[in-house]
């Protein structure tokens, strides 16, 4: 009888590290069948670049969250499709701005639906979800977004991330407000996403939280695109960077610089990360983009212009909005 497939979810706010989580999971994975879905905001997929491992299936879900009603039709044909593939194990990124509240109710979908589209007798086995907490902002976003604080209580198994950035008093603090969201909860501290797979495995269990998503089509954050087929200094794109982490929640993708040097951005307000591409990262002309996602459903196009003339002047700035 063939077995069903370990189904977990990945969620966190924006820029928690839900990519280097995953990236640590998958170089764990030798011998594991993994499928992996990855949910991006923008319509653009930039984590999915980064997450990269010989034999992984994966498939990218764009342009909002999959728990809002614009995607959740897309994303349970994908669940269902996936019962077809050779994968023992089904990771799902959620985009940061992702409300999984309704995720019981999108496995009832797509069970009814496998029921009549697949042959297979496979189903998924629900393990639970993964939260990924950035200790050094998760207060600040709490109290301001809904799916921050649904994301907490959607999950038995809280990683919270990047304790090298926050003193003990501050880690303390985001332990007591995790605990009054959800003091049933498994909590693990680490840096870099570093999580031990047999923890994951033994410690994520499923919730009793439900309801439906807060996610829908009117309160979606302001969201643009801009290409990046140019090559631009790193300082200038630095200085843009910053300039617009007033209006700007994440800020992510890919450029060139003059030198040749490929370089990935992976940006959260005030805090603005400019690498080099790995050589394993290969750099095409479709991901030479910036998708950034504004803190709110207003306009921030005119900051956007504004910011650019400012750190690169006469170059010409091509952006759509998302």
């Not at 992996?36 to 997450?51: A, M, P, T, Y």
């Not at 959620?94 to 589209?117: C, V």
């Not at 302001?222 to 090559?231: A, V």
């Amino acid at each position: 009888m063939e077995q069903n497939i370990q189904l977990y979810l990945v969620s966190g706010f924006l820029g928690s590290g839900k990519t280097t989580f995953l990236r640590n999971i998958l170089m764990q994975s030798a011998g594991i069948r993994v499928g992996v879905i990855v949910n991006e905001f923008g319509s653009i997929g930039i984590d999915g670049k980064v997450l990269q491992k010989d034999g992984l299936k994966m498939v990218e879900i764009n342009n909002g969250s999959i728990f809002c009603a614009c995607l959740k039709d897309g994303f349970v044909k994908t669940l269902v499709a996936f019962l077809e593939q050779p994968v023992d194990v089904l990771l799902i990124e959620a985009s940061g701005m992702a409300d999984p509240s309704s995720m019981e109710h999108l496995l009832e979908q797509m069970e009814f639906l496998a029921s009549k589209k697949v042959q297979t007798k496979r189903r998924y086995d629900y393990r639970g979800a993964v939260c990924l907490i950035d200790a050094g902002r998760f207060l600040d976003f709490c109290d301001l977004f809904t799916p921050t604080q649904n994301q907490v209580m959607k999950s038995m198994f809280h990683v919270v991330n990047k304790t090298d950035e926050v003193s003990p008093q501050v880690l303390e603090e985001v332990h007591e407000k995790l605990k009054e969201l959800n003091p049933a909860a498994y909590r693990y501290d680490t840096t870099y996403g570093e999580v031990p797979l047999a923890l994951m495995q033994t410690m994520v269990t499923p919730e009793t939280y439900g309801g439906e998503s807060s996610n829908t089509a009117w309160n979606r954050p302001e969201t643009y695109i801009l290409e990046m087929q140019g090559t631009y200094p790193m300082a200038a794109m630095e200085q843009f960077c910053r300039a617009l982490s007033g209006q700007v929640l994440r800020c992510k993708g890919f450029f060139m610089t003059p030198g040749g040097m490929e370089v990935h951005v992976d940006n959260v307000g005030t805090d603005v990360v400019l690498k080099e591409v790995p050589e394993l990262v290969p750099l095409t002309e479709k991901i030479k983009k910036l998708v950034l996602i504004g803190k709110d459903a207003q306009l921030y196009q005119d900051a956007v212009q504004k910011a650019w003339e400012e750190a690169f002047g006469g170059a010409e700035l091509l952006y759509y909005d998302d």
